[in-house]
């Protein structure tokens, strides 16, 4: 791991603590409140549950010490990624959007953002690079895709937007701000669906913004107090668990999902597989679909459900929720089970097919 890394892990598992003051929790406590005491004159920063609450501040500290930026969290990925819009887009605007990335951002822009006249063109992640991005006011961009994990390079689609006056936004949540730094990269915006492998244990629905400027952190800010779209402080508290063992469980799923791109390349029940060199998603694609629901429900170590980024590796067949894949692609999240009992029983489902 490069020293930046560590030095944001660091940081995020001390966000809390080292403000703390002897005796104080070092786990942030639980806030349930709607309302604070605020006589006279409002001059605390806590004046309504609507607008603030400690326990997600907690949770925030922790994400923007990793993204080095400043964040706003929001209640779900899908949240998080309609303030992105909203914060990025106005009544005439056109959104370039990847045609193999995730659906639900399509359908918001297609049956509810349309109808605010901001309209949007999907094209493929891997032709995103050629295109001439002149007459967009925003690039969205997953890198990997989801589900397809299709590449491009955000650096150089970053450069050709601002030179044409286009702002970047990035979904990172296949890779997470420990395995893709897009505003590194000159992006202007990251959003993340934190439901996954940030958060972790499959147990709450999270999201967030990041940015650098302020413009648009107060835009994305404004639009979460104005829409009541403030996380839940129970799900804050979760997140905040979970993101103190995000290096530990993204190194063993990581290792997992190397460890059977070994075993699975070239074999025989497997059509074509897909694995970008990094993360913990593997995209398998079987002959048929009967095959891939078999490899899928068969497995005693792989849960049939949908989303991604658990402890416990799970799978599902894309094209039932109309994603532009084949029939038999399998999108297989990988767990933090250990390493040689998982290869073992995949391969052993897989010996069945």
């Given at each position: 791991m490069d020293k930046q890394n560590v030095s944001r892990i660091m940081a995020m598992l001390h966000a809390r603590s080292g403000a703390l003051e002897n005796g104080e929790p070092i786990s942030p406590p639980i806030v349930t409140t709607a309302k604070y005491a605020l006589a006279g004159t409002p001059d605390t920063p806590y004046t309504y549950g609507r607008d603030i609450n400690?326990?997600?501040?907690?949770?925030?500290?922790?994400?923007?010490?990793?993204?080095?930026?400043?964040?706003?969290?929001?209640?779900?990925g899908m949240a998080a990624i309609t303030a992105g819009l909203m914060a990025t887009t106005k009544a005439g605007d056109r959104v370039l959007v990847p045609s193999d990335g995730y659906y639900v951002t399509r359908v918001l822009l297609e049956e509810i953002l349309s109808g605010h006249d901001i309209q949007f063109d999907a094209i493929p992640t891997k032709e995103i690079a050629t295109t001439?991005?002149?007459?967009?006011?925003?690039?969205?961009?997953?890198?990997?895709?989801?589900?397809?994990?299709?590449?491009?390079?955000?650096?150089s689609i970053a450069e050709s937007a601002r030179g044409v006056g286009a702002m970047v936004v990035v979904d990172n949540t296949t890779l997470t701000p420990l395995l893709q730094r897009p505003l590194d990269l000159g992006a202007d915006m990251v959003v993340s669906s934190d439901t996954k492998a940030m958060a972790g244990h499959s147990d709450c629905l999270y999201g967030h913004v990041a940015t650098r400027d302020e413009a648009l952190f107060e835009k994305v800010w404004r639009w979460r107090k104005v829409s009541g779209s403030i996380p839940d402080p129970f799900a804050s508290f979760l997140v905040h668990r979970g993101l103190m063992t995000l290096e530990l469980r993204m190194e063993r799923m990581c290792a997992n999902a190397q460890a059977l791109v070994t075993v699975m390349e070239d074999h025989a029940a497997i059509q074509a597989l897909k694995y970008p060199g990094m993360g913990f998603i593997i995209g398998l694609t079987f002959d048929t679909e009967i095959t891939a629901e078999r490899f899928i429900n068969e497995c005693p170590a792989i849960f049939a459900s949908t989303s991604f980024g658990g402890v416990h590796t799970s799978a599902e067949r894309r094209a039932r929720w109309g994603d532009a894949v084949s029939e038999g692609y399998v999108r297989l999240s990988v767990g933090c089970e250990p390493t040689a009992a998982l290869v073992s029983a995949i391969e052993a489902s897989l010996a069945r097919l």
């Open positions: 400690p326990t997600v501040e907690a949770a925030e500290a922790a994400i923007a010490a990793l993204e080095e930026a400043p964040i706003v969290a929001f209640p779900s001439d991005l002149s007459p967009y006011a925003v690039v969205w961009l997953e890198t990997p895709s989801n589900p397809g994990l299709d590449l491009c390079s955000i650096r």
